[in-house]
């Protein structure tokens, strides 16, 4: 059965602090590993990685994905309140186009 | 703002009903996915729709049904709802080209069945 696993499940650090987010995943035909923010509602885009080693950044966010050893990390610097939101991955699994996702990571930013 | 839309925002219904919610894509996204996120289970794929057919089929239970019509907005029909049925009802849209496989959500239509 596909599997995404988040860690860790819940994260409150101080404004200023950086993050990481661990995403692991076992899927038959990977295709694509994406991130995505969730705040009131929709989640909304933040990457898609399908090459090993490639970092992507977006300001203060970074991402990067090792498919030999399946996973995937999300990086903030210098967090600020309005990082406060759940992240998700979700593998992107070749053929079917559909998106596993894990379970969440909570992540809080305290003033 | 995404560019998917979704109505309605809110439904409240009864067990025994059957309601139909209905996803406009992005415009010039030919695919449409349907997802239920509850608190216990997380987000789970039920359907996907690529220009009007049926592509994949995920968690999806056979009291729910949905299609994709030719104007490309789509439809999730949940009939002999369950008071489990409850939850936040995503559609998401993706351009499926060679380039195009992010899929951005909607706000989504949270259901309450009592």
């Known amino acids: 059965e596909d599997k995404v696993v988040q860690s860790p499940l819940s994260l409150v650090v101080h404004e200023g602090d950086t993050v990481t987010l661990n995403c692991s995943y076992e899927?038959?035909?990977?295709?694509?590993l994406l991130w995505y923010k969730q705040e009131k509602k929709a989640p909304t885009f933040l990457f898609m990685l399908?090459?090993?080693?490639i970092e992507k950044k977006s300001g203060r966010l970074s991402s990067i994905l090792d498919k030999k050893e399946l996973f995937s990390i999300l990086n903030i610097t210098a967090t600020q309140t309005g990082d406060s939101a759940i992240y998700l991955c979700?593998?992107?699994?070749?053929?079917?186009?559909?998106?596993?996702f894990g379970q969440g990571t909570r992540l809080t930013i305290n003033p | 703002d995404s560019g998917v839309t979704q109505t309605p925002k809110h439904l409240i219904t009864a067990t025994g009903q059957r309601v139909t919610l209905r996803c406009s894509p992005r415009s010039g996204d030919l695919s449409v996915y349907w997802y239920q996120q509850s608190l216990d289970q997380g987000l789970q794929f039920l359907i996907q729709y690529y220009n009007g057919e049926e592509r994949a089929k995920g968690n999806i239970l056979e009291r729910f049904s949905a299609q994709q019509f030719p104007d490309l907005h789509s439809e999730l029909n949940l009939s002999s709802l369950e008071l489990g049925d409850s939850a936040l009802y995503f559609c998401?849209?993706?351009?499926?080209?060679?380039?195009?496989?992010?899929?951005?959500f909607g706000p989504g239509t949270r259901l309450t069945v009592t």
């Open positions: 899927v038959t035909n990977f295709r694509s």
């Open positions: 979700a593998a992107l699994i070749q053929g079917a186009q559909k998106l596993v």
């Open positions: 399908t090459s090993s080693g």
């Open positions: 998401a849209s993706s351009v499926e080209g060679t380039s195009g496989y992010e899929q951005y």
